[in-house]
């Protein structure tokens, strides 16, 4: 099993989701490499996709099957410097948390999505 983590990054109360180019809203974030820890692979992926800088805080709850080979991990994050950059994904967009519709997230996020709603 390899570990998918997505990156919920909140700023003064408002998390960062990334449209994905062929529909849902999503965590920016990839795949963990090997060698490479969950809090690693969520640096290097906030970098890669949004070009920002983040410290990565407390995950969001256990993990959630995607497939037979993948698992989501969400983890909690803040912005250190900058201002995310559009590179990957047909938009970006900071939701107040009772803004947030699971609905319209991937289906292995929504837990996610609810636990945001309840901790934000
Ligand atoms: N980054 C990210 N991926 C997610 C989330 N929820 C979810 O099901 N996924 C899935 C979509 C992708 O199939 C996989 C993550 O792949 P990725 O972000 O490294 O790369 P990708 O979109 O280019 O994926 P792929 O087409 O190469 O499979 O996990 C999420 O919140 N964030």
Redesign the pocket.
């Known amino acids: 099993m390899q570990t998918?983590?997505?990156v919920a990054v909140v700023r003064d109360g408002l998390v960062l989701a990334?449209y994905?180019p062929d529909g849902g809203w999503?965590?920016?974030?990839?795949?963990v490499e090997p060698g490479e820890t969950d809090e690693q692979a969520a640096v290097r992926?906030i970098r890669e996709e949004l070009d920002l800088e983040i410290k990565v805080g407390d995950s969001l709850g256990p993990g959630v099957d995607?497939s037979a080979d993948?698992r989501?991990h969400?983890y909690l994050a803040t912005a250190v410097a900058g201002d995310p950059v559009l590179r990957e994904h047909s938009e970006l967009r900071w939701f107040a948390p009772s803004e947030l519709d699971e609905n319209d997230?991937?289906?292995?996020?929504r837990p996610?999505v609810r636990a945001l709603r309840k901790q934000l």
């Open positions: 998918v983590v997505g990334a994905r999503e965590f920016p974030g990839g795949k992926e995607i993948y989501l969400v997230w991937l289906e292995p996020d996610f």
